[in-house]
């Protein structure tokens, strides 16, 4: 499984910015994709997560009413609208895969991992 996610840059507090992940190398008949994020010196944090076969996304505390996680089956495409974005959100920003359709909020539940895209929010 090969992930690829784009999107990142840099916005002023209060602005807009979409992520993309796009998967390939297998068929994806099931499995969860999920982003994380990870500021300078801190812990990777679970942002949100959605099966590929149904169901809602979840999403992490810190993004709940802000962020929109979405996908395109036929693309194999994850979608990340990211709203209202503050200062706080600035990090690198994770796509990541596991095989199972149950959504986990910890980074050692996902084994296929994106290379990272850079997010910053200024003041």
């Known amino acids: 499984v090969q992930l690829q996610a784009s999107g990142g840059g840099l916005v002023q507090a209060g602005g807009s910015l979409r992520l993309s992940c796009a998967a390939s190398?297998?068929?994806?008949?099931?499995?969860?994709m999920a982003w994380f994020r990870q500021a300078p010196g801190k812990e990777r944090e679970f942002v949100a997560g959605?099966?590929?076969?149904?169901?809602?996304?979840v999403y992490g505390d810190s993004v709940k009413g802000r962020f929109t996680l979405s996908r395109d089956n036929t693309k194999n495409t994850v979608y990340l609208q990211m709203n209202s974005l503050k200062p706080e959100d600035t990090a690198v920003y994770y796509c990541?895969?596991?095989?199972?359709?149950?959504?986990?909020?910890?980074?050692?539940?996902?084994?296929?991992w994106g290379q990272g895209t850079q997010v910053t929010v200024s003041s």
């Open positions: 959605i099966s590929w076969s149904g169901g809602s996304p």
């Open positions: 990541a895969h596991r095989s199972a359709t149950v959504i986990h909020r910890t980074r050692r539940s996902y084994n296929n």
């Open positions: 190398g297998r068929t994806f008949s099931g499995g969860t």
